[in-house]
């Protein structure tokens, strides 16, 4: 992760069990779990560092708990996008990333750190997708797939990768996913250009599709 974030958020709103999580998910993603100590999400959190434990029994229950956010956020952000017209989806998508940057932080931590539960966690927001895709399929912005879920795996394992080499991202294109600020615009056009134009021509994709020559 980028050591040049800043060290802390502002401190979060709602009440001890909301602020506990919304600390911790903002430190776990910045430091990752094991260089965040109780205390420090408490501070953060403004609370006494005995209600970590009161609330969730240890630091482990709390990042389950941190977890748990995550995919529900996952899930509303992209339930409500799919709500929208798609004309309104890049540029809300832009204007809100700062909320969501501690989010993707975290994410990005525990896809790199291995967290014990994140195969049960991305297992949760590809099943989350199968929905929304379907949702949009029905709506008409995209076009169905032979098979849903395998489509789904793969863009989900593509974008969870961008989020794990966001600094190469930074780099080379100047999309900046993870801290407050960066532009990601053109990461949103260039997807964009490549779902709706593709990449192939159908000649190319004949020939990728096309069994060989003397097989059954």
Do not use: N
């Given at each position: ?118 195969d049960a966690l991305v297992d949760e927001i590809v099943d989350d997708a199968v929905v929304y895709t379907q949702q949009a399929e029905d709506a008409g912005w995209i076009v169905p797939s032979a098979d849903r879920r395998a489509r789904v ?64």
């Open positions: 992760m980028r050591s040049d974030a800043p060290t802390a958020a502002p401190p979060p709103q709602g009440d001890a069990r909301e602020r506990l999580v919304a600390a911790a998910t903002d430190l776990f993603g910045r430091h990752g779990v094991r260089g965040t100590t109780v205390k420090m999400v408490a501070e953060q959190a403004g609370v006494s560092p005995a209600l970590v434990i009161h609330h969730f029994g240890s630091k482990e229950g709390l990042r389950a708990a941190c977890d748990r956010r995550l995919a529900e956020q996952l899930r509303a952000m992209k339930t409500s996008a799919m709500a929208d017209s798609p004309a309104l989806y890049i540029p809300r998508a832009s204007a809100g990333m700062d909320d969501s940057r501690p989010l993707l932080r975290y994410l990005a931590r525990v896809l790199v750190d291995r967290s014990p539960e994140v795996v793969v863009l989900t394992l593509w974008s969870l990768g961008a989020l794990v080499l966001h600094e190469q991202l930074d780099r080379l294109l100047g999309v900046d996913l993870l801290d407050e600020g960066g532009d990601i615009l053109p990461y949103l056009q260039t997807s964009v250009e490549i779902f709706t134009d593709g990449l192939m021509t159908p000649e190319a994709a004949a020939l990728l599709t096309a069994p060989e020559k003397g097989s059954s």
